[in-house]
């Protein structure tokens, strides 16, 4: 028998050009059969939230915090003690730019990749829009 803390949250952050990525595990411990529920909010600043890969009951974005709540309820058919983990991955785009972001953005020009601002696949104009509406000269 181990003890648990009812729940945990583990995460790293990398830069990927004008992204930060959050990527990481909530687990949820149960030692009876009574369901257990979790909240944590990841302090994001501002910016736009993209690729949420966030299974989650509920998720949302107010004053600068990403929100998550999940709720799990165990099977009669589960051995306790358990944790259960759920996987997670985001990133939040900067909305300030400068002159080394348009060298990045124009050598990724075409391609898919965290310069693509506006998420439709493809560097091209529409992200320079984005990127030019945002310029903060350094």
Request: proline letters at 8%.
């Amino acid at each position: 028998v181990f003890s648990l803390v009812p729940w945990t949250v583990e995460y790293a952050t990398r830069e990927e050009g004008p992204r930060t990525v959050y990527e990481g595990v909530v687990r949820i411990a149960m030692d009876d059969y009574e369901t257990a529920c979790m909240s944590y909010c990841f302090p994001i600043g501002e910016g736009p939230v993209f690729e949420p890969m966030l299974s989650f009951d509920s998720w949302g974005v107010e004053d600068g915090e990403l929100k998550i709540t999940w709720c799990v309820t165990p099977s009669d058919l589960q051995v306790l003690p358990v944790q259960v983990p759920r996987f997670f991955k985001f990133s939040v785009q900067r909305t300030s730019f400068g002159p080394e972001d348009l060298n990045a953005m124009l050598a990724a020009w075409g391609t898919d990749s965290p310069w693509d601002l506006t998420g439709d696949g493809t560097v091209d104009g529409e992200d320079l829009t984005v990127l030019l509406a945002g310029w903060s000269p350094q």
